[in-house]
């Protein structure tokens, strides 16, 4: 489809890995997904504690005030429930949130009801992307899951980093994820936590068949994360200096 061409096509330069002087951004590019379960569960709400998915209650904080702002005439979306993890709450990004955000980090606090950092948005997710986010969500809001996904501290109710897919999946049943933690944040763990969960959540749909990666061979905080992940070394990357592993369930 044409919006997933585009979609590849700006989150390609999109999701490189960082530069820092302090040491490299563990930033991955999930590919492929083989589904383990069905998606029902997700419906209900769901606790994920490493790569496994359990079924959990309802969470709406915060969710729920991204749901308030339908638009006249809109069809009603279904938004995926929230994902928890040991130390964080993963938010989907909505058609409403993504629009929030662009007003600033304080606008989007207001509408999460956590803490953001005036250092928001952390690494690739600038301006354009922010907008690139917005325009798909607008546009296709009941891909909502799909996209960029809020990574929320659960103690102190921070805003540490954001991450999520690239666009549904395929026809082929690849789908892409890349993420990016705020410095302050970084070397805590917080990208393998998210990372599990988020692969997790690709596996609990059947038409997502394999995950992959990729990261350039000197970023070791990425390539620690995707061996931790269960990704495993498969050939160059589609990015020029990039490494491809690959996870097939």
């Not at 070397?187 to 998210?194: C, I, M, N, P, S």
């Not at 070791?220 to 160059?236: H, K, N, T």
Request: contains cysteine.
């Amino acid at each position: 489809m044409a919006d997933g061409h585009r979609a590849r096509e700006h989150l390609r330069g999109l999701h490189r890995p960082h530069r820092r002087v302090q040491g490299p951004e563990p930033v991955l590019l999930l590919r492929h997904a083989r589904a383990a379960r069905g998606p029902d569960a997700l419906a209900r709400g769901a606790q994920v504690q490493g790569a496994r998915l359990l079924p959990g209650r309802w969470h709406p904080r915060a969710h729920g005030r991204a749901r308030g702002g339908r638009h006249p005439g809109a069809a009603r979306v279904r938004t995926p429930s929230p994902l928890l993890t040991e130390r964080l709450e993963l938010i989907p990004a909505t058609r409403e949130l993504t629009h929030v955000e662009l007003s600033g980090p304080a606008a989007l606090g207001a509408a999460l009801g956590v803490e953001v950092s005036r250092a928001w948005p952390p690494g690739e997710l600038d301006a354009g992307a922010q907008a690139f986010f917005a325009d798909m969500l607008a546009r296709h809001p009941e891909q909502s899951g799909w996209w960029s996904w809020y990574w929320v501290r659960r103690e102190g109710r921070v805003l540490v980093g954001a991450g999520g897919f690239k666009g549904p999946p395929s026809p082929g049943g690849e789908v892409e994820v890349g993420y990016s933690v705020l410095e302050a944040h970084q070397r805590q763990g917080y990208a393998q936590e998210a990372v599990e969960a988020l692969i997790a959540w690709a596996f609990a749909h059947p038409e997502v068949n394999h995950v992959a990666a990729e990261t350039t061979p000197g970023n070791v905080a990425s390539l620690r994360v995707m061996e931790r992940c269960g990704l495993r070394y498969l050939r160059p990357g589609d990015e020029p200096g990039t490494l491809r592993h690959l996870r097939t369930r």
